[in-house]
């Protein structure tokens, strides 16, 4: 078993890492009006796939949920918010989506009137939940439409993706190592609290460690104070861990270990469950600054 568990671990690195550098590639020329659009296709992809591993949760349930509405639904919401962005004529937009959304949930149950409340409310916590958090991570990359495509958004998905992934990271690796004390055992019996603890401070000294390297290179295009980099770290590292149990508790509820079989990953849920809670939150501090 323990060796079954290396090779998992080594393959989901290995995939991690392509992934990540194929990722890291198109950010680093993400101003690139081409790579801009290759980016969008990108997200709306995973979202459509994270879209459609959530309704086969709420399918293990024995419900009925529109799969290709609400991946129809998810793309385009991904497609407003990046319109939005190059076309600052049209902010509301991505809400537009979202209210025209609900509208098609509620005629496509016209004809099925049994259940009709249970498959909308989760067809519409399925868009809230998936679709808006990943459609918002093109908001943190440009995050001065007005001001066209920026640089600076670069370094604020850095941010983002460091800050958070390291929270994961810590908290799993020192749970495995030093944890004792269960943290939600009846979500995930492997975290601690210990490596909670971990991955808390873990998100702080990263955030603070960004800042820091900001300041060093005399980056004035990156703001973020040192009182800043304080609680929007503090802010990630609890909000990354929250994000992560709240997949479990769907996935434990639907009685499902991975949200989806793709080799090396698991499932696109498991890969952006923690990102899904912070991102919103980088995405208003930079709308709010």
Same mark, same amino acid.
């Given at each position: 078993?323990?060796? =079954? ?14 992934? !990540?550098?194929?990722? @890291? ?7 690139? /009006?081409?790579?801009? %659009? ?18 086969? $949760? ?6 009925? /949920? ?14 407003? %918010? &990046? ?10 937009? /991505?809400?537009?989506?979202? @209210?025209? !959304? ?20 989760? *067809?519409?916590?399925?868009?809230? &939940? ?10 943190? $990359? &440009? /995050? ?13 998905? $850095? ?20 944890? +004792? ?9 492997? +975290? ?5 603890? @971990?991955?808390?401070? !873990? ?8 800042? +820091? ?6 980056? *004035? ?6 009182? *800043? ?17 709240? *997949? ?8 499902? =270990? ?32």
């Amino acid at each position: 078993m323990t060796i =079954k568990r290396m090779a998992d671990l080594s393959s989901r690195l290995m995939t991690s890492i392509s992934l !990540g550098l194929c990722v @890291a590639t198109l950010i680093v020329f993400s101003p690139l /009006p081409f790579v801009s %659009l290759l980016l969008m296709f990108f997200v709306a992809g995973i979202s459509a796939i994270g879209i459609w591993e959530y309704a086969q $949760l709420a399918i293990a349930k024995k419900r009925h /949920p529109a799969k290709r509405l609400m991946i129809a639904i998810a793309i385009l919401e991904v497609i407003a %918010l &990046y319109i939005s962005l190059v076309f600052v004529d049209l902010p509301q937009l /991505p809400i537009l989506v979202v @209210a025209l !959304g609900v509208i098609a949930f509620s005629i496509h149950r016209f004809k099925r009137v049994t259940g009709a409340l249970n498959e909308i409310a989760i *067809e519409f916590f399925g868009i809230i &939940y998936v679709a808006v958090p990943l459609s918002l991570i093109l908001g943190v $990359l &440009y /995050p001065n439409p007005h001001q066209g495509f920026p640089q600076e958004g670069r370094w604020w998905l $850095l941010y983002l993706i460091v800050v958070t992934k390291i929270t994961d990271v810590g908290a799993y690796f020192v749970g495995r190592l030093w944890g +004792k004390n269960k943290l939600c055992p009846s979500l995930s019996p492997q +975290k601690t609290v210990e490596g909670a603890i @971990a991955g808390f401070i !873990g998100a702080v000294c990263a955030s603070i460690a960004i800042h +820091k390297l900001a300041v060093y290179m005399q980056a *004035e295009w990156f703001h973020l104070s040192f009182s *800043e980099a304080v609680w929007l770290g503090m802010l990630i590292g609890i909000l990354g861990q929250v994000g992560d149990l709240a *997949e479990s508790l769907l996935k434990r509820d639907a009685v499902v =270990k991975d949200s989806n079989a793709l080799p090396g990953l698991g499932g696109v849920l498991d890969m952006v469950d923690s990102l899904l809670f912070t991102t919103p939150i980088v995405y208003f501090f930079l709308r709010m600054h």
